[in-house]
């Protein structure tokens, strides 16, 4: 696109950093992100959505939740669909990293954002999955929680009542 003389939109960069990750190289999509940034083009939700993937591919869960939060405060009720993805992705990521208590805290927010969207129900049976509970239902502590059905449903109950959240 440059050498024609056209300048790259967020949904080229989108696709470069999207083919880099699916690649094994988040590196890269981390620095094409810089280099959009440093070329002033606007970002949109996809794009968010790719650099928290990207975010997650790296294992830095903590950025990734922290552009998450911030793709939720600013998005349109219009883009459930897209933010119940970002959602999920945090979700396994975290799951894959046992860090059981901040997937809960990120299932109730995004079953509060989103209602029980698809996308979420299915990151939901991959981090229970991982849920050492779930491997072996015979040892149940108070000190780790579980993310069952009961309490995802109770969640999604409360966030219907309320209008959906957000």
């Not at 690649?23 to 070329?39: D, F, H, T, V």
């Not at 927010?109 to 779930?134: F, Q, Y």
Request: hydrophobic share 35%; aromatic share 4%; charged share 25%.
């Amino acid at each position: 696109y440059v050498q024609s003389g056209q300048c790259p939109t967020s949904g080229h960069f989108t696709s470069a950093m999207n083919a880099c990750v699916r690649g094994g190289k988040p590196e890269l999509a981390e620095r094409l992100y810089e280099e959009m940034s440093r070329r002033g083009v606007a970002e949109d939700l996809a794009l968010r959505y790719m650099l928290v993937k990207t975010k997650t591919f790296l294992n830095d869960t903590a950025a990734a939740t922290e552009m998450l939060r911030k793709a939720t405060s600013e998005a349109a009720k219009t883009d459930t669909p897209l933010l119940s993805a970002m959602y999920g992705t945090v979700l396994r990521s975290l799951a894959r990293l046992e860090r059981w208590d901040e997937a809960k805290e990120l299932l109730v927010e995004g079953l509060h954002r989103c209602g029980a969207t698809a996308s979420l129900v299915g990151a939901v049976s991959a981090v229970s999955a991982l849920h050492p509970v779930a491997a072996d239902r015979r040892e149940t502590s108070a000190s780790s929680p579980t993310l069952d059905s009961d309490r995802i449903a109770a969640a999604s109950s409360s966030s219907s009542s309320s209008g959906g959240g957000g």
